[in-house]
């Protein structure tokens, strides 16, 4: 991606950030679009059950500061590429090879509207097993802010005698 040049910019954009600042981006508004994805690539990518991305054109994604400050890592097998802040680990960008135009950047970078919710989810068959899947909640007693599932009871082991 070019760093951000002065003249013309788009009257409609949001601008995200890495968790240091270091690389900030900004993205015509809307956003193409946006999707949870479960995969157990971007679980490992992100370090979170699953990632929320918004899918944007190539030609409306400019890197405002911090160019230098991005690595990248290409992964030849899946061919995909990641990028992410060197400085603080944060990752910014996810290209596909089916999808040479566009690029995939974290929700979670911005504080503003993209211009599209995350209405999407893609590959449920490779969640996490532990992942949140909208269980009931409770507080949990003598922690604010704390949300639980309640403790699991425990099956009491079969004996073998139905009648006891």
């Not at 449920?124 to 003598?142: S, T």
């Amino acid at each position: 991606m070019p760093e951000a040049r002065s003249g013309k910019t788009s009257a409609a954009k949001a601008t995200g950030a890495c968790l240091c600042g270091a690389v900030q981006i900004e993205i015509g508004v809307p956003a193409f679009w946006a999707w949870h994805d479960h995969s157990r690539a971007s679980r490992r990518a992100q370090g979170c059950a699953y990632a929320t991305y918004i899918g944007v054109w190539k030609s409306k994604t400019r890197i405002v500061k911090g160019s230098k400050s991005i690595a990248r890592f290409e992964d030849a097998k899946a061919r995909t590429a990641r990028s992410f802040c060197a400085k603080c680990g944060t990752p910014i960008f996810y290209e596909r090879p089916r999808a040479p135009k566009m690029v995939n950047i974290p929700r979670a970078l911005f504080d503003t509207r993209t211009g599209r919710e995350p209405l999407y989810h893609i590959a449920l068959d490779e969640a996490a097993e532990w992942e949140y899947r909208g269980e009931p909640l409770k507080p949990l007693k003598g922690f604010p802010g704390v949300m639980w599932t309640g403790a699991k009871r425990k099956k009491q082991p079969f004996d073998g005698d139905v009648f006891a």
